[in-house]
């Protein structure tokens, strides 16, 4: 299946890529090759071949999704050097 040169233009527009006569000649070949592979899988016969998430057949383990009981607020405020007014004071960053 041959993608016309104006289709590459057309993309290419609507890509927002800047492009030259010599940049669509060479996308317009390109192009037309992906679409002539797409074409080619698209008649491989399948029916018989059964759906696979993964070659190696290792599954990924998850941990239980559970709330659990966070830090308590004053092993927090141990942490801090320093507080004023009720809040905790850090060394400036910037």
């Known amino acids: 299946m041959a993608i016309k040169k104006e289709e590459v ?12 006569q010599k940049d669509i000649e060479v996308l317009t070949k390109d192009l037309s090759a992906v679409l002539d592979w ?3 899988l698209e008649e491989a016969d399948v029916a018989d071949v059964s759906p696979n998430e ?5 599954e ?3 941990r239980a999704d559970r709330s659990e009981p966070s830090y308590r607020r004053k092993e927090i ?3 801090f050097p320093e ?7 850090v060394k400036s960053v910037l």
């Not at 233009?9 to 030259?20: K, N």
């Not at 507080?83 to 004071?89: I, Q, R, T, V």
């Open 83 to 89: 507080s004023k007014d009720g809040y905790d004071k």
């Open 77 to 79: 405020v141990k942490l």
């Open 60 to 62: 990924n383990v998850m």
């Open 54 to 58: 993964h070659i190696t057949g290792l």
């Open 9 to 20: 233009e057309h993309i290419a527009r609507l890509a927002r890529i800047g492009t030259t």
């Open 38 to 40: 797409m074409k080619e």
